[in-house]
């Protein structure tokens, strides 16, 4: 008997087209279903944008409803190349006349000139840090004690010794500099102001500490008469007008004030003075508060509003032309929150000045949007009140600031638990149950194709030896009447 090599073969019928006809049929459910996930999945993301645009009215309601936004301050200053302020807190509004006479520096000194390489002896080096009084006149030690740098085995070059300097941590900074006639070493303070300057002594291992061979060739140290200082090759001032260690000096409202460093951070509090030059007229340093930064908060808070009211309105409308709704409309989670939200702008607060939002230039439209007016500029001239309109906090709807009553309505939306968390949570979970309806779908629809090729390859078999046996009599009964005839 023949084998069956395809499906209808056997029975002379389009099987495959049947079987693709009837699995077709089972997989019909599935065109909802992703018809559905579709939908879901838009409305997903569409939360997921009312979530991100709400989280954003939350950021700008936080600083509106905070006391700390209302008290920025705008600091200026009549020529910022000589002072420079910044506020460090809240500075008392007002305007300040600063007269520069001196920046701070730290002390300089340099060797004189050696040959690369040559070895300055052995001994110790005594670096002190202290005051210097004009002149090099009196060393007066600082509070920390004199740092011991060891020059040995006579093989120390200036470079060497330079590392060495700088590797003791006493205050210094060490460094070579060559020029036409060879190496020095140059030494400076690490920070500025008087008490940053330095005297560094010699203990020599050839017993003269003062003389002009071996280590003392380094050492300064002018308040003992020290005749290194103007010998040759010991170690000398860099230049008359920048070596010697100083405060900065200025005049603020005319008062004599000092600085170890070009910061004056505690003349005014909340208030910090930089100086960069010398003045040769007085400098205007005005502290006025900031009212443009405040107005920029608000416009902040308007854009917000509009952004996330735009997004409510486009998502819950109805197109009457096409007779289509929107992918929100009639979801009462969406409309109950755009009917919050406008009527959350539009309350009153009692207890002030301003108890609108219209009393302030910002007015409601016809769609919900918000409108700045000219106003506001006008409403701001009277700062306390407009903060008072928006961060009181009497404790009940009324009373409360519109800055407090946005924040605390955007941040119960936004918790864990809260309305946006709870609806795309449950949109989640119906786009997770329609994921397995298609696929439960799918499985049967697999299981129903696999029967009906097994019936239908049954049945090709059944009629292949139904046709066989049928050709069979054929045959016998044309063989039959051949010979009767």
Same mark, same amino acid.
């Given at each position: 008997?023949?084998?069956?090599?395809?499906?209808?073969?056997?029975?002379?019928?389009?099987?495959?087209?049947?079987?693709?006809?009837? #699995?077709?049929?089972?997989?019909?459910?599935?065109?909802?279903? +992703?018809?559905?996930?579709?939908?879901?999945?838009?409305?997903? /993301?569409?939360?997921?944008?009312?979530?991100?645009?709400?989280?954003?009215?939350?950021?700008?309601?936080?600083?509106?409803?905070?006391?700390?936004?209302?008290?920025?301050?705008?600091?200026?200053?009549?020529?910022?190349?000589?002072?420079?302020? /910044?506020?460090?807190?809240?500075?008392?509004?007002?305007?300040?006349?600063?007269? #520069?006479?001196?920046?701070?520096?730290?002390?300089?000194?340099?060797?004189?000139?050696?040959?690369?390489?040559?070895?300055?002896?052995?001994?110790?080096?005594?670096?002190?840090?202290?005051?210097?009084?004009?002149?090099? *006149?009196?060393?007066?030690?600082? $509070?920390?004690?004199? #740092?011991?740098?060891?020059?040995?085995?006579?093989?120390?070059?200036?470079?060497?010794?330079? /590392?060495?300097?700088?590797?003791? *941590?006493?205050?210094?900074?060490?460094?070579?500099?060559?020029?036409?006639?060879?190496?020095?070493?140059?030494?400076? /303070?690490?920070?500025?102001?008087? %008490?940053?300057?330095?005297?560094?002594?010699?203990?020599?291992?050839?017993?003269?500490?003062?003389?002009?061979?071996?280590?003392?060739?380094?050492?300064?140290?002018?308040?003992?008469?020290?005749? %290194?200082?103007?010998?040759?090759?010991?170690?000398?001032?860099?230049?008359?007008?920048? #070596?010697?260690?100083?405060?900065?000096?200025?005049?603020?409202?005319?008062?004599?004030?000092?600085?170890?460093?070009?910061?004056?951070?505690?003349?005014?509090?909340?208030?910090?003075?930089?100086?960069?030059?010398?003045?040769?007229?007085?400098?205007?340093?005005?502290?006025?508060?900031?009212?443009? $930064?405040? +107005?920029?908060?608000?416009?902040?808070?308007?854009?917000?509003?509009?952004?996330?009211?735009?997004?409510?309105?486009?998502?819950?409308?109805?197109?009457?032309?096409?007779?289509?709704?929107?992918?929100?409309?009639?979801?009462?989670?969406?409309?109950?929150?755009?009917?919050?939200?406008?009527?959350?702008?539009?309350?009153?607060?009692?207890?002030?000045?301003?108890?609108?939002?219209?009393?302030?230039?910002?007015?409601?439209?016809?769609?919900?949007?918000?409108?700045?007016?000219?106003?506001?500029?006008?409403?701001?001239?009277?700062?306390?009140?407009?903060?008072?309109?928006?961060?009181?906090?009497?404790?009940?709807?009324?009373?409360?600031?519109?800055?407090?009553?946005?924040?605390?309505?955007?941040?119960?939306?936004?918790?864990?638990?809260?309305?946006?968390?709870? +609806?795309?949570?449950?949109?989640?979970?119906?786009?997770?149950?329609?994921?397995?309806?298609?696929?439960?779908?799918?499985?049967?629809?697999?299981?129903?194709?696999?029967?009906?090729?097994?019936?239908?390859?049954?049945?090709?078999?059944?009629?292949?030896?139904?046709?066989?046996?049928?050709?069979?009599?054929?045959?016998?009964?044309?063989?039959?009447?051949?010979?009767?005839?």
């Amino acid at each position: 008997m023949a084998t069956i090599s395809s499906i209808g073969i056997g029975s002379g019928l389009d099987v495959n087209s049947i079987i693709t006809k009837l #699995v077709d049929l089972e997989k019909q459910p599935i065109t909802a279903l +992703k018809t559905k996930a579709t939908t879901l999945s838009a409305q997903l /993301s569409a939360y997921g944008t009312v979530k991100s645009q709400l989280s954003t009215l939350n950021d700008v309601a936080l600083s509106l409803g905070t006391s700390a936004l209302w008290n920025p301050i705008s600091v200026t200053s009549s020529n910022t190349s000589a002072v420079t302020a /910044s506020a460090t807190g809240v500075p008392s509004q007002g305007s300040y006349s600063v007269e #520069v006479q001196q920046l701070s520096r730290g002390q300089s000194v340099a060797s004189a000139a050696v040959v690369s390489g040559t070895s300055l002896g052995t001994g110790t080096l005594s670096i002190q840090l202290g005051k210097w009084s004009s002149g090099f *006149g009196a060393f007066t030690p600082g $509070a920390a004690a004199a #740092v011991s740098v060891t020059i040995g085995n006579g093989q120390d070059s200036l470079a060497s010794i330079a /590392s060495k300097i700088n590797d003791a *941590g006493a205050g210094v900074t060490a460094t070579i500099i060559t020029d036409n006639a060879g190496q020095r070493l140059s030494l400076r /303070s690490n920070t500025t102001g008087e %008490l940053s300057g330095f005297r560094m002594q010699v203990k020599d291992t050839d017993t003269t500490n003062n003389d002009n061979a071996g280590l003392s060739r380094l050492a300064f140290d002018p308040a003992t008469n020290d005749p %290194l200082t103007s010998l040759p090759s010991g170690m000398a001032t860099t230049t008359a007008s920048s #070596v010697q260690a100083r405060d900065a000096q200025a005049t603020l409202n005319g008062v004599a004030v000092t600085s170890s460093t070009n910061t004056f951070a505690s003349l005014v509090p909340g208030l910090s003075l930089q100086v960069g030059q010398v003045t040769t007229a007085p400098v205007t340093v005005g502290i006025a508060q900031d009212t443009a $930064a405040i +107005k920029k908060t608000i416009t902040s808070f308007v854009d917000a509003y509009n952004a996330l009211n735009t997004t409510l309105t486009d998502a819950t409308k109805y197109d009457s032309t096409n007779k289509v709704g929107s992918l929100l409309q009639g979801d009462s989670t969406t409309v109950g929150l755009q009917n919050a939200l406008r009527n959350l702008v539009g309350s009153i607060t009692t207890g002030g000045t301003f108890s609108r939002l219209s009393d302030i230039g910002i007015t409601v439209q016809r769609d919900g949007s918000l409108l700045t007016s000219t106003k506001l500029d006008t409403a701001l001239q009277n700062m306390p009140a407009v903060k008072s309109f928006f961060t009181s906090s009497g404790g009940t709807a009324t009373t409360n600031g519109l800055g407090l009553k946005l924040k605390n309505f955007t941040q119960a939306l936004l918790a864990t638990g809260g309305t946006i968390g709870a +609806k795309s949570t449950a949109i989640q979970t119906m786009l997770d149950r329609n994921s397995t309806e298609q696929q439960k779908v799918t499985d049967r629809a697999t299981t129903v194709e696999a029967r009906l090729r097994k019936q239908y390859t049954a049945l090709d078999s059944q009629m292949a030896s139904l046709t066989a046996l049928n050709n069979y009599v054929t045959q016998q009964v044309t063989l039959w009447n051949k010979s009767t005839a």
